[in-house]
């Protein structure tokens, strides 16, 4: 059978949206699919096919019934008013759940998943020129995915206020289980159930090895050559659990270091004017960002 997203997490990018679907589809009564992220939105190549291609794609490793709560995760949608526009056509009764995270903090650690992938060369010090640069691929990626109030409108747009819950980051690392519960309630399903939230999925770790990063990532592109081919033969939940796993190969157990004062102290004074905003426009208390003085 097929059936349409009851709740999409549409981001914030870097800020545990990962997490969170794993966490809700742990309940009975939901299903979730096991790729990191519901492409169908933004990918032109899924979207210009049927649904029921994308909903076999990413939901065929299911047992759904008529009653299953449907959720799907896509950590960039919500910087996308075309995607949003798309999602809101599928189902405008769709409940919305974005996670934000310290506009500075999110930054930083996009950054790195980038470093860490071979995408940049550079050290963090040197985001002052993505900063200066509002045209490039990495200020949309670096910077405008922090500009969390400017999104918010334009999901705001097509979806009332009552089915956008916004949570903060912090919320959701140092009350999870409360968060699903309250998620569990707004979908109406059993309240009682409590998921496994002591894993932290999709953390950001040091690669061994830039050049396996670059060369993996170039193999598991979605217009691969190689992806096309086995796309044929494997079924796509497969394939991502293969290619999670040569990634994970790669990976270290080290982080990476925080981000100079210099650097932070710049982005502070960037992104103070955008918090303020936010802080306005979905009525909460944002001093837990604010740089010290």
């Given at each position: 059978?097929?059936k ?12 545990g949206?990962?997490s ?9 009564e ?5 790729q ?5 939105f ?5 979207y210009?096919?049927e649904?029921?291609?994308?909903f ?6 299911q047992?759904i019934t008529?009653?299953?709560i ?23 009764n ?5 996670i934000?995270?310290?506009p500075?903090d999110?930054t930083?650690s ?5 470093r860490?992938?071979?995408s ?7 985001i002052?020129?993505v900063l200066?640069?509002p045209t490039?691929w990495?200020?949309e990626l ?5 500009l ?6 334009t999901?705001?747009k097509y979806?009332p ?7 903060l980051?912090e919320?959701l690392?140092n009350n999870?289980?409360?968060v699903?519960r309250e ?5 109406h399903i ?8 002591t894993?932290?999925h999709?953390a950001t770790?040091?690669?061994?090895s830039?050049?396996?990063?670059r060369?993996?990532n ?7 050559t190689?992806r096309?081919f086995v796309s ?7 394939f991502?659990?293969?290619g999670?796993?040569i ?8 982080t990476?270091l925080p981000m ?7 982005l502070?004074?960037?992104y ?8 306005k426009l979905?009525n909460?208390?944002l ?6 003085e």
């Amino acid at each position: 059978m097929q059936k349409k997203i009851d709740l999409m997490i549409v981001g914030a990018q870097k800020a545990g949206t990962t997490s969170l679907l794993r966490y809700l589809g742990e309940h009975p009564e939901c299903a979730s699919h096991p790729q990191k992220e519901f492409a169908y939105f933004l990918n032109e190549s899924d979207y210009n096919g049927e649904y029921a291609q994308a909903f076999l794609k990413y939901f065929s490793n299911q047992n759904i019934t008529t009653k299953s709560i449907l959720i799907a995760k896509s950590a960039t949608l919500y910087s996308s008013e075309i995607g949003i526009k798309r999602l809101y056509e599928h189902n405008p009764n769709c409940q919305i759940v974005m996670i934000l995270r310290n506009p500075i903090d999110r930054t930083y650690s996009s950054f790195v998943m980038e470093r860490n992938a071979g995408s940049i060369h550079y050290d963090f010090g040197e985001i002052t020129k993505v900063l200066a640069n509002p045209t490039g691929w990495e200020h949309e990626l670096f910077i405008d995915n922090s500009l969390y109030s400017k999104h918010l409108r334009t999901i705001y747009k097509y979806f009332p206020e009552k089915q956008v819950t916004i949570l903060l980051f912090e919320e959701l690392k140092n009350n999870t289980r409360a968060v699903c519960r309250e998620i569990f309630k707004s979908l109406h399903i059993d309240t009682e159930f409590v998921p496994e939230v002591t894993v932290r999925h999709n953390a950001t770790r040091i690669n061994r090895s830039f050049s396996y990063a670059r060369t993996v990532n170039k193999i598991l592109h979605n217009n691969s050559t190689f992806r096309k081919f086995v796309s044929h033969i494997i079924p796509s939940y497969k394939f991502y659990k293969f290619g999670n796993f040569i990634r994970e190969l790669n990976k270290t157990s080290d982080t990476y270091l925080p981000m100079d004062e210099k650097t932070k102290n710049i982005l502070c004074a960037f992104y103070k004017p955008h918090n303020e905003d936010l802080s306005k426009l979905i009525n909460k208390d944002l001093s837990i960002w604010d740089c010290p003085e």
